[in-house]
């Protein structure tokens, strides 16, 4: 079994700054993918970053210029660094992985999700 564990969310000023953690733990063989979605109240689930095994980026263009997502593989962590935050950042962010367990199963992990209100 594997767990993504996400903190870092709250309530900031526009043009404020937050940074994300999303930790995975469990039966981990190895984690290709990962990502940040995010989800703002009556709108669909969309992705905001990701970052490839390789360390490829992708980013929303909504976010571009103003988020980076990074991550630590020997920490089997990932990380958003959000900047200029906007009243639209407004929203649950859920971290995400693409991963392949110790008994080499595909797994889809989802964290349970954090708050980010931006909000004066």
């Known amino acids: 079994q594997v767990q993504l564990v996400e903190s870092g969310g709250g309530l900031v000023q526009p043009g404020g700054s937050l940074r994300l953690s999303c930790a995975a733990s469990?039966?981990?063989?190895?984690?290709?993918?990962m990502g940040w979605y995010r989800q703002a109240p009556g709108k669909q689930r969309e992705l905001v970053a990701g970052?490839?095994?390789?360390?490829?980026?992708n980013y929303a263009d909504s976010v571009k210029g103003r988020f980076t997502i990074s991550r630590d593989n020997a920490k089997n962590t990932v990380y958003l660094q959000m900047n200029s935050l906007k009243p639209e950042d407004t929203a649950v962010y859920y971290c995400?992985?693409?991963?392949?367990?110790?008994?080499?199963?595909?797994?889809?992990?989802w964290g349970q999700g954090t708050l980010v209100t931006v909000s004066s």
């Open positions: 995400n992985a693409d991963i392949t367990t110790r008994n080499f199963h595909a797994w889809d992990a």
């Open positions: 469990g039966s981990i063989f190895s984690i290709n993918a």
């Open positions: 970052i490839r095994s390789s360390a490829g980026t």
